[in-house]
């Protein structure tokens, strides 16, 4: 069984930093792209970032980029967002996910597995 489990989320204040991650059990992880996405209530979900199969390709959304920065450790089968200078708007459940085909994506349909998403939440 397929399972991602996401961690690391918690409350912290603006300008502080969280790193997330994401445990995999699909096999073999390096068969993945992966991504980290998040919600907020009444919106849908959105793309935060990607990582390629090998690590040597990633995407930001521009509003994390130069303050999140997406990893991987293959050897862990484990993903990572840290995430610096975090404010209010980065509020969200973050949820990770793996894509198939090796690439990350920006589209939530592209992504064949799910976690069930931690709550981050930044106070002013």
């Known amino acids: 069984q397929v399972q991602l489990v996401e961690s690391g989320g918690g409350l912290v204040q603006a300008g502080d930093s969280l790193r997330l991650s994401c445990a995999a059990s699909?096999?073999?992880?390096?068969?993945?792209?992966m991504g980290w996405f998040r919600q907020t209530p009444g919106k849908e979900r959105e793309f935060v970032a990607g990582?390629?199969?090998?690590?040597?390709?990633?995407a930001y959304d521009d509003s994390v980029k130069g303050r999140f920065t997406i990893s991987r450790d293959n050897a862990k089968n484990t993903l990572y967002l840290q995430m610096n200078g975090l404010n209010p708007e980065d509020t969200a459940v973050y949820y990770c996910?793996?894509?198939?085909?090796?690439?990350?994506?920006?589209?939530?349909?592209?992504?064949?597995?799910w976690g069930q998403g931690t709550q981050v939440t930044v106070s002013s």
């Open positions: 996910a793996a894509s198939s085909s090796g690439y990350y994506a920006e589209r939530q349909y592209r992504y064949t597995y």
């Open positions: 699909v096999r073999p992880f390096t068969d993945y792209g």
């Open positions: 990582i390629s199969w090998s690590g040597r390709n990633t």
